[in-house]
């Protein structure tokens, strides 16, 4: 039995190797290299919501490739099928995740899949890339469900317009190489990053040059790609969740980064304000001599501890 079983097994490839594995009885006739049961998607399908999910699921998915049920991962995407069962190594997908085909996939990494990650998936692929049986357990609903009313906006409501949004230019190694001006949005720490100068001030839209980017107050207006910009319903959620704190996905509003430098860009009008934002202006500040009401404005300064935005240079642009 072994010895045919053995045979089936080098003519037959995967399937066979998929059925050895279904028992135990029947691995251990298989040998020992196939002892281990072959997963199905029940038990790869949390790795694709956690890793993968933000881009990969829904109407806009990333390359049109969904990653959020066994039928669309099979589809594959706008270039076609990602998956080739019984072949991960000609498998898109697996060489996405192994960086063999660039840009590495997930996007937002690193950190990368972890090689036991990277193995499961691939144990998946050359395992027939089986579903689950029917009525086994299901994806978990992938991150970026809306807040809830009352709940307070946090990256994680956030995250998701990010990474589908945005992502593909401000992460290193993507689109254009380098993050434009250093600036990351593929994590809280890399959004609210305050090195150079913060671009989001927890508690103060006005003050944060993203919300600017976004509305077009601020040129080039941004998804830089755009149009299509983001819809009046993202922009707003961006808007509360700066409001609300800038918070983490651990729901932790952030603190205001006190002496923090900005660089704003938006319409000067009386006050002096920046659109609605009040500016505080005093000896300290240079203001050049073409600076002038209802004209596009920079604002170069800092933040202080109450999040005011003080003047150190305005100029014309
Ligand atoms: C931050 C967003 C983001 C995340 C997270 C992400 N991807 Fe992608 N993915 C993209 C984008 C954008 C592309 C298109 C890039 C390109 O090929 O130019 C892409 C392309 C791909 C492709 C190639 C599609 C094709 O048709 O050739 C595969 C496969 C893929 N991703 C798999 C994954 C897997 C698996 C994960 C999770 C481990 C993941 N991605 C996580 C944004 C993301
Ligand atoms: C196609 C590439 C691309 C995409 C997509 C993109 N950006 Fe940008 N972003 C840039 C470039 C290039 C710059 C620098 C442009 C300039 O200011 O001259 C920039 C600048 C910015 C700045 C100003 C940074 C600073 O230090 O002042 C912010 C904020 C920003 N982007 C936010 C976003 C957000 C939010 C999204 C998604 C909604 C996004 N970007 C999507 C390319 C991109």
Redesign the pocket.
């Known amino acids: 039995m072994v010895s045919g079983v053995m045979t089936a097994r080098l003519d037959v490839g995967w399937r066979e190797r998929a059925r050895c594995a279904a028992r135990v009885v029947v691995a251990l006739a298989c040998g020992a290299v196939h002892a281990q049961p072959v997963p199905t998607y029940a038990e790869v399908a949390p ?2 919501a956690q ?6 699921s829904g109407a806009q998915a ?4 969904r ?1 959020d049920s066994h039928e669309s991962i099979m589809a ?5 099928p ?1 998956v080739k069962p019984g072949d991960a190594a000609n ?3 697996i ?3 192994k960086g063999q ?3 590495r ?5 690193p950190p ?2 972890d090689s036991a ?1 990277v193995l499961l ?1 691939a144990r998946w692929v050359d395992g027939g890339a089986r579903p689950g049986r029917p009525g086994s357990a299901a994806a978990p609903p992938a991150p970026g469900a809306a807040p809830l009313a009352g709940e307070p906006v946090t990256w994680f409501h956030v995250a998701p317009v ?3 949004r945005c ?2 230019c401000h ?1 290193d190694g993507g ?1 254009m190489g380098s993050a434009p001006e250093g600036y990351r949005l ?1 994590s809280h720490a890399g959004a609210l990053d305050a090195a150079d100068r913060v671009r989001v001030v927890p508690g103060q839209p006005q003050a944060s040059e993203l919300l600017r980017r976004i509305r077009g107050q601020s040129l080039p207006r941004m998804p830089m790609d755009g149009p299509p910009y983001l819809s009046d319903a993202e922009v707003s959620l961006i808007e509360r969740w700066i409001e609300q704190g800038s918070r983490g996905a651990d729901g932790q509003p952030a603190s205001v980064p006190a002496g923090a430098k900005v660089r704003l860009h938006g319409t000067l009008q009386p006050g002096p304000r920046l659109d609605a934002l009040p500016l505080v202006i005093g000896p300290w500040s240079r203001v050049d001599k073409d600076v002038s009401l209802g004209r596009r404005t920079q604002v170069r300064g800092h933040v202080d501890g109450d999040g005011r935005v003080v003047v150190e240079r305005l100029r014309d642009r």
């Open positions: 790795l694709f890793r993968c999910g933000v881009c990969h990333a390359a049109s490739l990653l594959g995407g706008a270039k076609g990602v498998s898109e997908l060489r996405r995740v085909t660039l840009p996939m997930p996007m937002t990494g990368w899949l990650e998936l990010f990474a589908r992502a593909r992460t689109s593929t």
